[in-house]
Every structure is written in C-alpha cells, then in structure tokens.
C-alpha cells in the first residue's frame, strides 16, 4: 500500500523557517514526481512547489519563490519543503503528493495529477 507521511509542521514566528519532511513507502516513488500543497481554513487546496522524478526540476507558485525550496533524496524516498522568511499568509495545512505518471519532464501544478497524498501538517506562522 503506497504511502506518504509528512512531518515538520509546527507553529513558528513572521521571519523563521520550517523544514517539511515527506517520507513515501509502498512503490517507486523515485520514479514521480512529486509535489507540496496548501490548504488554509475556508479557501481551495493550492499549488506551492513541485520537483521532478529525477530532482532536475523544480517548480514554485510566484508567492513562494525564493523563500521555499523543494528537495527529493531518492535514496531515503523523501521529499523535504524547506520554508524560509515565513510570513502569516503561508498558514496552512500542507500536503505531500505524488504525480500519477511515471517520468513526466516537467512536474504539473495541479491537484488532478497526483493521486497519493499525505495526511498533512499543520504550519502557524504568527505575526
């Protein structure tokens, strides 16, 4: 049974960082792609970042880049989302996924093409 588990999420002030940790089991996730989501209270799940199967490429949603980086080690099947300069707006519970085609090029942004997804962890940047 394939499986993601994030972890990291946490509460922490305007300006810190939080390093996600998205550990995957079950099949060959290095083969995917795999991508970071959002959900705040009362709006849609968004799109934050994305990294190809290989790691070559990465992909952000504009509010993101430059702050957040997307990182795979295919060896240990994780995927990390390291968040800097966190604002009050990036609140949110943020979900692991992974691409439902095996070696696509460039990652895809939107929720229709991942079909597993974590359980979530809950990220409060405070003001």
């Known amino acids: 049974q394939a499986q993601l588990v994030e972890s990291g999420g946490g509460l922490v002030q305007a300006g810190g960082s939080l390093r996600l940790s998205c550990a995957a089991s079950?099949?060959?996730?290095?083969?995917?792609?795999m991508g970071w989501f959002r959900q705040a209270p009362g709006k849609d799940r968004e799109f934050v970042a994305a990294?190809?199967?290989?790691?070559?490429?990465?992909h952000y949603t504009d509010s993101v880049q430059g702050r957040f980086t997307i990182i795979r080690d295919n060896s240990k099947n994780t995927v990390f989302l390291q968040m800097n300069s966190l604002k009050p707006e990036d609140t949110a519970v943020y979900y692991c996924?992974?691409?439902?085609?095996?070696?696509?090029?460039?990652?895809?942004?939107?929720?229709?093409?991942?079909?597993?997804w974590g359980q979530g962890t809950q990220v409060i940047v405070s003001s």
């Open positions: 996924a992974a691409d439902s085609h095996q070696y696509r090029r460039n990652p895809v942004t939107t929720t229709s093409e991942y079909n597993y």
């Open positions: 079950g099949r060959t996730f290095s083969d995917y792609a």
């Open positions: 990294i190809g199967w290989s790691g070559g490429t990465t």
